[in-house]
């Protein structure tokens, strides 16, 4: 069964640091990754998604990064701002199987 | 843009009540997926469906039964409310396939007591 985990769980910076989020998961046969943003009390954003073929992707300030192979995926955020502030989470859909498994996520703080 | 929508933010019901929650998006989308949100455990897949009348258990289905008699309505019924159910429900869709973006709606905060 596919597990997947987000370290740290909680993070805090200040604004303008680049910083990186962490995601790992157990089981490498997977269709693709994907990283989510989630504001408090709210239902979650798409920021990315990496299929299992491509080593990473890119949107503005956010970058992911994709190592099927070892089970790990990063998210680089450059010059953070405290509109960043939010939880992150990465999920996974393994192959044959439409649901995601999802990781805990990390809670980020920008300070300002 | 993909629009998801569930269509209460808050519900406070009682034990043993039957509750309704329903989910509607607009994008003509063939996955629908109902995922329960909880503290320390993450998301967690209740159900989820491919097709219109076609369903699939997920990892805690138990407790739980869902509906998809029109596309665009996914509705997730709660047969017997007891208090560990109390949770935020997420409802979510995808295009179709297996290698889609995953779109949310907000949320609902169900509260049980």
């Known amino acids: 069964k596919q597990e997947v985990t987000q370290i740290p769980a909680a993070l805090s910076v200040p604004e303008g640091e680049n910083l990186v989020l962490n995601c790992s998961f157990t089981?490498?046969?997977?269709?693709?990754l994907q990283w989510f943003r989630q504001d408090p009390g709210k239902g979650l954003t798409s920021l990315l998604l990496?299929?299992?073929?491509?080593r990473e992707q890119t949107s503005g300030r956010l970058n992911a990064s994709l190592d099927k192979s070892s089970g790990r995926s990063t998210l680089y955020i450059a010059a953070s701002q405290p509109g960043d502030s939010a939880t992150y989470l990465c999920?996974?859909?393994?192959?044959?199987?439409?649901?995601?498994?999802f990781g805990s996520g990390t809670r980020l703080q920008v300070q300002p | 843009d993909v629009k998801v929508t569930q269509s209460s933010r808050y519900l406070v019901k009682r034990t043993g009540e039957k509750v309704f929650l329903e989910c509607v998006q607009d994008?003509?989308?063939?996955?629908m997926f109902w995922y329960r949100q909880d503290p320390g455990l993450g998301l967690r897949l209740i159900y989820f469906?491919?097709?219109?009348?076609?369903?699939e258990k997920g990892d805690i289905p138990e407790g739980y039964s869902v509906s998809r008699e029109k596309k665009e309505r996914f509705s997730l019924i709660l047969e017997s409310a007891s208090t560990n159910q109390t949770s935020m429900y997420l409802c979510?869709?995808?295009?179709?396939?297996?290698?889609?973006?995953?779109?949310f709606g907000s949320g609902t905060q169900l509260s049980v007591l």
């Open positions: 979510a869709s995808s295009l179709g396939g297996d290698r889609e973006k995953l779109f």
């Open positions: 089981d490498s046969a997977i269709y693709n």
């Open positions: 990496i299929q299992s073929s491509q």
């Open positions: 999920a996974v859909q393994n192959t044959g199987r439409r649901a995601l498994t």
């Open positions: 994008m003509d989308h063939e996955n």
């Open positions: 469906s491919y097709d219109v009348k076609m369903k």
